[in-house]
């Protein structure tokens, strides 16, 4: 991992301004002469920039999106806890950490940070953009913000605006943070508690009733205690708990809820969509109850240039993590 320190203060969409930014990213591969094989991949909610590490089977070696033939770059977003600026950073104008003092960066300021970076390595032209979820909602925007630098788009499991469900989900998790009596303490293990709650919610989100059943179920019907399931859900919350933080989820969902492609742009989503010139693959996966298939639907028929493929999983919305290598041979097919 590398940190980049753009020069002079960042002002946020809010009118907030942060001293100073950092950016942590990883890059892999090298870039060619003609600066034409870059990659770059925009991270989803907790992820971080060690792209290699979290999307197995579609970046890496051996797989298309390969560093032997690919110069690929990954940034973690502002607000995350894995090296960019965010609530556990130092506050340059108190010396100590900012916690829930830190703004709610919006999806474009995430953008801008990762332009700056762009324009720090020298990246001219970026060949493929990239994102699932999350990251989808990144990729779109820069696609809007910047289409001179885009060759071409893949999008999946996202959508052009966070829905009414996505504010709902986000809502009922930072109820559940907040709901920790210690949430709001200016400690690095603030809301630990909150936070599995809040995963739990996540993970009813991601995956969905037939996996659930199929991976789950308990075998004995005479059990009446100590189920599966919830030591499944409880499992996935210590999880993120060892590696993430309360108060930087807690601000991130509410950095999903700025999404919005039409805001300052006229305010309806498909001439904003009508706007990408990119030629762009649109995938949805049948079983995701997170961003139905329905809005990948909406996107790929208003992006004048997509091509929609819609690829059944059991996975639900995590499927886009799970299902790396058939994403790949989908995405090579695609691209040529």
Known sequence: MTIFRPDGPFTLESGTQLAQIEVAYHTY??????????????????????????WPGLVGKGCYIDPAEHFIVCANILGSCYGSTG???????????????????????????????????????????????MGGYQAQE????????????????????ESAWGHAIHAAQRMAIEADPTWNERSPEAGANGLKAARGIGMLTYRNYDIMVQRQQDPDPEKISGFRAESYMRYQGQKLVNRFNAQCYWILTQSMDTH?????????????????????????????????????????????????????????????????????????????
């Not at 820069?142 to 605006?161: C, G, N, Q, V, Y």
């Open 29 to 54: 591969g090298t870039l060619n002469a003609d600066g034409s094989n870059v990659v770059w991949v925009c991270h989803a909610l907790t992820a971080s920039s060690d792209v290699v590490a979290w």
């Open 87 to 133: 609530p556990t950073s130092i506050d340059p104008a108190t010396g100590a950490p900012y916690y829930l003092d830190f703004p709610v960066p919006s999806i474009r300021d995430m953008v801008r940070a990762h332009i700056l970076l762009r324009e720090y390595l020298g990246i001219q032209k970026i060949h493929l953009l990239m994102g699932g979820s």
């Open 142 to 161: 820069w696609a809007l913000m910047e289409p001179d630098r885009i060759h071409k788009l893949f999008l999946i499991a996202t959508s052009p605006a």
């Open 260 to 336: 919005h492609l039409g805001r300052g742009r006229g305010g309806k989503l498909e001439p904003v969509l009508n706007s990408i010139p990119h030629p762009t693959l649109v995938m949805g996966i049948t079983s995701d109850i997170l961003c139905p298939p329905a809005e990948q639907q909406f996107m790929a028929k208003h992006i004048p240039n997509a091509t929609y493929i819609e690829m059944q999983s059991d996975y639900g919305h995590d499927g886009f993590l799970v299902e790396g290598e058939r994403i790949g041979a989908i995405l090579e097919h695609w691209m040529q």
